[in-house]
T-cell receptor
Framework: GAVVSQHPSRVICKSGTSVKIECRSL??????MFWYRQFPKQSLMLMAT?????????EQGVEKDKFLINHASLTLSTLTVTSAHPEDSSFYIC??????????????FGPGTRLTVL | RKEVEQDPGPFNVPEGATVAFNCTYS??????FFWYRQDCRKEPKLLMS???SGNEDGRFTAQLNRASQYISLLIRDSKLSDSATYLC???????????FGTGTSLTVIP
């Protein structure tokens, strides 16, 4: 399967700082990447859809000014959590959409970033 | 009504047992279907795609029933390492959205 990397894997920061998370598709080009958040023992929650060369589409309830998404190339999307607070502590996972043929259209996930805000 | 619904479980089964999960979807025009596996504190990993004709990969069999709008995953001869949460994912075929079920928790007991 396709490979997606995410960096950093774990970050601990002080309240009020900003944290940048990178998501890369290593062996394919992804025009679409997705950002999810998952709290302990809960389901994945889609935060936003990141489209290469255009603005991200945010899900209802997700603040676009707080979670800045940039998808400047076909292999890289970044999520910046601005002015992080303890309630932003969560597991952030990106995925990249992989389309090979008409019948192959799926997502591959990065390994996730565990964010802890003190 | 949710786009994708799954029984959250938990399913606790003994080693060697056969277990089946179902997942229903609401959009009859949905194009493609997948099962992902997510281990605790890890990212989801693609387990298998689900085709109209059904597909099998070792101990795992996935089937699609378009008439009743559900997909299923059958695990035969369960192993301890099969313990995980299994996510049903549906691609409606339009737009960029994929729809995830909430996941079904499986624990295989020695």
């Amino acid at each position: 399967g396709a490979v997606v990397s995410q960096h950093p894997s774990r970050v601990i920061c002080k309240s009020g700082t900003s944290v940048k998370i990178e998501c890369r598709s290593l062996d394919f080009q992804a025009t679409t990447m997705f950002w999810y958040r998952q709290f302990p023992k809960q389901s994945l929650m889609l935060m936003a859809t990141s489209n290469e060369g255009s603005k991200a589409t945010y899900e209802q309830g997700v603040e676009k000014d707080k979670f800045l998404i940039n998808h400047a190339s076909l292999t890289l999307s970044t999520l910046t959590v601005t002015s992080a607070h303890p309630e932003d502590s969560s597991f952030y996972i990106c995925s990249a959409r992989w389309r090979m043929w008409e019948s192959t259209d799926t997502q591959y996930f990065g390994p996730g970033t565990r964010l802890t805000v003190l | 009504r949710k786009e994708v619904e799954q029984d959250p479980g938990p399913f606790n089964v003994p080693e060697g047992a056969t277990v089946a999960f179902n997942c229903t979807y609401s959009n009859s025009a949905s194009q493609s279907f997948f099962w992902y596996r997510q281990d605790c504190r890890k990212e989801p990993k693609l387990l298998m795609s689900v085709y109209s004709s059904g597909n099998e990969d070792g101990r795992f069999t996935a089937q699609l029933n378009r008439a009743s709008q559900y997909i299923s995953l059958l695990i035969r001869d369960s192993k301890l390492s099969d313990s995980a949460t299994y996510l049903c994912v549906v691609n409606p075929g339009t737009g960029n959205q994929f729809y995830f079920g909430t996941g079904t928790s499986l624990t295989v007991i020695p």
